[in-house]
Structures are given as structure tokens and as C-alpha cells.
């Protein structure tokens, strides 16, 4: 096919679009003649090189490819951070990446198209939201699960170091030696157990502030008194998740997040008011004006404020991870990180070494004691790694806050004491704080927020740019 056109600048252009052909015809202000040595020729249905000729959907891709605006949104990148550098338009995504991450993206199997045969806008939304409501369900079920788990964990803790003696440091080190079996999992699927090419410093770093968070925990309860060094790390941890997470990786909270979070934060708040007015330190028989007395109590209640600090980080860093760390290989990371900073933790506080055995009085209680620590700790730690996944850290954070009224309750029915009235107010505050964090996620379908969605899938449908 030979075609060739010398079009001066005034030149203009008809098309007729025919049911089988289309004619183009060229037009200059003067009178067209045909320029001798130039032939014109459009392929018509069934000549020869008609199949060849560039169909409207190549000629499509190619804009596609060439705009400008494919090129500015590939040179539109964020800067070189500590979590490294990222592609704001992949990670935020279009409105439908967005609305299918709802449904597809919280865990659940199935799969809801945008398209579907035989189903109109109402059917495809309808199917969607059943399908996005039931994955968050299955979120929140196992973040409520690892926050029972939590509170599990936070009661046994504190019974083995008030009847067995057991040093809390020393019972991280039996929790990260046995997690190490986890190894299994990356290794079964091929996958290295140290994380992918170009992440490990990263998750390296992860596992580091995650050991260092269990270990400022497990040191405070030595100066702190026990039932108040959980409060004080989670409160902690709540706040200053929201504030990284919005520095380090611009998430922000929604006026209903940032309610339920406040009122989750003054919950735990409540619940430390009786400590200012404990007559005797946690070593016993000092009061509080003895100045070693005090300033031991201020290195426990630092030591707590220290393991807020750095679990939040943890939570930032396997948020930036989620896509690329699995939870077996981030529970592996965690394992043998604890078992390099917990010996060394209690090299430095010279913690207890002792270590129970199956003769001695009390030693079966004491195992068994211990494997349910093993196993609390790995429900816990799956239940909020899966939920980090899906939502910000502060509010898996929140969530977990669940874990003080539950190692309350626990030690209420083990052993019987009357609470403070501060402590039961602020219990009730996390968990309607909780409560009402739940129900607002798990019922946007039916509110402002389903019909917003709706509203954005509708316009998404209709655009001409899809």
C-alpha cells in the first residue's frame, strides 16, 4: 500500500464513516488535483492487506502508551524515605483499584469482577458490597481474636512472675525459641526465610523494634507495677502509630477513626489514675516518697513508654512490608530476633535465669503454663500481622487496647479484688471505644459510606476512560 499527502497548512480532512468502509477524502483551499507520481489507495474489505491495516483498539494503546500523561504519572514518584521509595499512584491506586482492595483485598477468597454476564449495576453492587462486608468480618474476627489472645498472654505473664518467679524476660526467650519452628512455612514454599532481594535490611529492622518493644515490656514489669505497664504501652503505641503512620507513609484517619481512637486512649488513661495513689512501690515495703522507690518506678513507667514507642514502629514498618513479607516469615524475623535481645536484655538487667523443671514441685503447672504462653503469643501475633495488612496501625492498635479489660477479667476471676472505680470506667470506654470501631467498619454498605462507594462506582461505569 503506497499512500502519500503534501497537506499545506490550510488543508482540511473529511471522513465518511460507511457500515463496511471509511473514505477519507483531503481538501486544500484550492481545488484538489492529484499530484503526479502519488497514488491514494485505502484498503476496502477483501483486498489485500485489509486485515493488516491498524485497527481503532491499536491505534487506542498507542495514545495510551505515548500520552503525556503516561509519562508524568511515571515520573511522578515519591522521594527516597526510610521505608523506601514508592509509586503514589500504585499504592493509592484508582478509585476501582480502591473499591475492589475493599472487597477482593481483605483476605477473602472469592473474587467480585467489575464485569459480570447477565448482572446489571445493581447486581455487580450488591455482590460486591456482600463480598467486601463478609472479608471485613474475617478481619476484625481474628484482630478480636489476637486481642483475646493478648489479654491471655498479658494474664499468664504476670501469673508466672508472681507465683513461680519466672523472669519475664526469660519467658520472651521461651516464646521466641519455640516461634522459631515457623521457619517451616517460607521454606516449604521455597521462599527465603530472611525476606525477598532488596527488603531484608527492612524487615531486619521490623524484627529489631518488634524484640525491642517485647523486651522494654517484659523489663518494666521488674519496676513497674505489673497490672499498669500494659496500659501505659498500648496508649502508647495507639498514639504514636497515628502520628508515624501519617509521617512515614501519609495515612490518614477518618473522623470516626480518630473518635473511637481518642476515646479508646482516655480509656487507658482512666485506667492508670490509681497508680499515682499507690502507697508502696512494686519491690514492696518503700513508700512512694523514697527517692529510690520513685525513680525505680520512673525507669519502669519510661521502660513501658520505651515499648509503646517501638512497637509502633513495628507496626509502621510490616505495614510498608505487607506485600512483599509473609506472616510466617515475619514471625520467623520476630523469633530470632528475641532470641538474640532477650539473653542480652537480661545480661544488662541481670534477670533471673531459672529455669523449671518437669521433678521439681510445680514444674508440670509451670510448662504447661508456658506452652499456653507459646500459643497465645502466635495467635496474637498472626491476628495483628493479618490485620495490618488491611488496616492502619492505629487502629489495630486501638483494637488490641481490648487486652486490657480481658487481663483484667482474668485477674479478677483468678484473683479476687475489688477494682478502682477509675480502672472500671476506663475499662468500659476501650471496650465501647472497640465496640463502636467494629460496628462502623462493619456496616458501611448501609450508611454514608456504602453510598458514597456507590456513588464512585456508578461515575467510575459511566466515564469514558476506564
Known sequence: MESAHLLGPGAKKRVKIHPHTVTAQYATQAPYSPQPGVHTHFPQPGD?????APSFEDFGSFLDETSDRTKLTEARKWPQTLFGSRDKEKEKGTPLRALQGAGAGEGSSSSVGVKGPGKGVGGQLASFGEASVSASRWTWALLLGAALAHGALVFLTR??????????????????????????????RGENPFGPPGYRLRLLCYGLTYSLSLCCASASLAFAATEYATPTGRLATSALSAALAFLLLEERLGLADGVALVTGICGL???????????????????????????????????????????ALALVSYRSLKERVGLATALFTVSWTGCLLAPA???LLQGGWAWPSPSMPGGVPVWGLMAGLVA????????????????????????????VPVAALLQLAVLPAVPFAPEVVGDVMVV?????LVTVKLLPSHGAGGRKQREEYEEILDSPIK
Open 159 to 188: 501469673l508466672a512472675s508472681e507465683r513461680f518467679g519466672l523472669s519475664p524476660l526469660l519467658l520472651v526467650l521461651v516464646r521466641s525459641a519455640a516461634q522459631l519452628l515457623s521457619v517451616a512455612a517460607p521454606l516449604q
Open 432 to 436: 465501647l471505644s472497640v465496640g463502636w
Open 48 to 52: 489485500e492487506g485489509y486485515d493488516d
Open 345 to 347: 536484655s537480661m545480661v
Open 376 to 403: 497465645a503469643s502466635v495467635l496474637g501475633f498472626l491476628g495483628t500481622t493479618h490485620a495490618l495488612t488491611r488496616l492502619h496501625p492505629s487502629l489495630v492498635s486501638a483494637s488490641l487496647s481490648l487486652e
Open 269 to 311: 488513661g482512666l485506667t492508670l489514675l490509681p497508680a499515682a495513689d499507690q502507697p508502696e512501690a512494686p519491690g514492696g515495703g518503700a513508700t512512694s516518697a523514697d527517692p529510690v522507690a520513685f525513680w525505680r518506678a520512673a525507669f519502669g513507667w519510661s521502660l513501658s513508654a520505651m515499648a509503646g514507642l517501638w512497637m
